[in-house]
Each structure stands twice: as structure tokens, then as C-alpha cells.
């Protein structure tokens, strides 16, 4: 089993559709969580960490779920420029080191 | 967010040579940076853990005389591919851990090895 996995995808959504990605991960000593946006070729950019209580920023809201030992992100409202890659990311609970899922495909279309 | 930049974007170079790449926080001073590399269509995958002023730690399966890290100052660690092959040509990326326990990326540095 892989330590953090994503479904690859792609989501093809129209524009405004209201889309959710998960990610499992199997190490339940981890204690931070991310979601990354990746660009095709480009560097991922963090697009924001997952609390414990859940957090949301503008169209987009994060949420773990310590006993299943996923984190899920949900987009609102979906823009033509919110296609990308979209890669969850789980420390290894003993360190700073982040462990990637492979990303999940989103593509929005008109 | 943090600045990391990344030196050079690209290189080609023949199968043999070294080639080395800068990461740089610019805004900010990582004791902490991360080197990795990601192949077509696929994650990030950790190469290793760059330490200022010690030994880097590097993941299991990776060669540490082969890929050579440097993290001599505290905004800069350096990656040299010592003897690239084919198999090399990868895009790598590195990050800066910020004193939130966030890690800022630098824009990768895309490696092809004839």
C-alpha cells in the first residue's frame, strides 16, 4: 500500500461545479497535511495546510479526518484556471519530511 | 509566501559530466532544505534532507556519492549529479522549509542527459 494515495483523475468539470478530491494516507503518527497546486512543468505551490478543525480559504476547503486518515479538499465554484494537478502531502510524523501523493487531475472546462 | 529560487531552469548536458544546481531561499534562512525529483506523470519523490552545515541525509535507494549535496550557508544548498546518464534526465526540485514547518519550492531544474 502506498503511504499517501490520491486518485489520479482527471475530474473534467464544467465551469462553477463544485468539485472534492481525497487522499488517504496509512501513517497515523503524521501531524501535518498540505494540498499543493502543480502546474504542467512547473514547481507545486502550496496552496494550503489542513487543521484539525478544518479550514477554508475563498473557494477552497480543506479537512482531515484523523480516524479514517484522509484529508479532503473542496473546490467551489470552479474556474477555468483552477485546472492543474492537485497533490495532497503528509508528513512522515517524525520529521519535517513531506511524503506526496501522485496527484489528482483537474481540468475545468468552459 | 517564501522565495526559493532555483539555478539553472534547464540544462542538457553528455552522458558523464556533472552538473550542479543552486537552491536559494531569498527571503528568508532555511537550516532545513529538501531536494527531489519527479519523472513524467508522476509525485515528488524525496532524494534527500539538506542540513546546514552537516551531512545531508539522503532517502534509501539513492546514492549519496552520486548526488553530492552541499548546504554550506543557510540560504543556499547546492546538488551535483556526479557522472549523469540518460536515466538521470529527470526535473529536480528543491524546497525550503520555512519556520512554519512549510516547505516553499524552488521553480525545478529540468535535467536532460544525452
Known amino acids: 500500500r502506498k503511504e499517501v494515495e490520491q486518485d489520479p483523475g482527471p475530474f473534467n468539470v464544467p465551469e462553477g461545479a463544485t468539485v472534492a478530491f481525497n487522499c488517504t494516507y496509512s501513517n497515523s503518527a503524521s501531524q501535518s497535511f498540505f494540498w499543493y497546486r502543480q502546474d504542467c512543468r512547473k514547481e507545486p505551490k502550496l496552496l494550503m495546510s489542513?487543521?484539525?478543525s478544518g479550514n477554508e480559504d475563498g473557494r477552497f476547503t480543506a479537512q482531515l479526518n484523523r480516524a479514517s486518515q484522509y484529508i479532503s479538499l473542496l473546490i467551489r465554484d470552479s474556474k477555468l484556471s483552477d485546472s492543474a494537478t492537485y497533490l495532497c502531502a503528509v508528513n512522515d510524523g517524525s520529521s519535517y519530511k513531506l511524503i506526496f501523493g501522485s496527484g489528482t487531475r483537474l481540468l475545468v472546462r468552459p | 509566501g517564501a522565495v526559493v529560487s532555483q539555478h539553472p531552469s534547464w540544462v542538457i548536458c553528455k552522458s558523464g559530466t556533472s552538473v550542479k544546481i543552486e537552491c536559494r531561499s531569498l527571503?528568508?534562512?532555511?537550516?532545513?532544505m529538501f531536494w527531489y525529483r519527479q519523472f513524467p506523470k508522476q509525485s515528488l519523490m524525496l532524494m534527500a534532507t539538506s542540513n546546514e552545515g552537516s551531512k545531508a541525509t539522503y532517502e534509501q535507494g539513492v546514492e549519496k556519492d552520486k548526488f553530492l549535496i552541499n548546504h554550506a550557508s543557510l540560504t543556499l544548498s547546492t546538488l551535483t549529479v556526479t557522472s549523469a546518464h540518460p536515466e538521470d534526465s529527470s526535473f529536480y526540485i528543491c524546497?525550503?522549509?520555512?519556520?512554519?514547518?512549510?516547505?516553499?519550492f524552488g521553480p525545478g531544474t529540468r535535467l536532460t542527459v544525452l
Open positions: 527571503d528568508f534562512q532555511a537550516t532545513t
Open positions: 489542513v487543521y484539525s
Open positions: 524546497s525550503a522549509l520555512s519556520g512554519g514547518a512549510e516547505q516553499f
